[in-house]
């Protein structure tokens, strides 16, 4: 799917507040392990959130996954690279 598809969509893309909890640990680099420890759910769960996340989004692996809820405005990106406006 093009980034022209995503955008036109009929359906906007919408991530549940867990889900963008979990996005956005894993966008800090951390192993589905350690985001489960975290939010204090089992790595199945953390496993469940990303299969999810990774449909809503098409895509499929972490780092699209990210990238594509950045390039949507779904994550704040300044949160991990501060101000990109420098």
């Not at 680099?29 to 985001?35: D, H, L």
């Amino acid at each position: 799917m093009s980034q022209r598809d995503w955008q036109t969509r009929s359906k906007p893309v919408r991530l549940t507040k867990r889900e963008i909890e979990v996005l956005s640990l894993i966008a800090q680099g951390r192993s589905s392990q350690e985001v489960a420890d975290t939010l204090f759910v089992s790595k199945r769960t953390v496993d469940f959130h990303l299969a999810n996340i990774y449909e809503k989004l098409n895509v499929n692996n972490r780092v699209k996954a990210f990238r594509r809820a950045a390039q949507m405005g779904l994550i704040p990106v300044e949160a991990f690279f501060g101000d990109v406006a420098d």
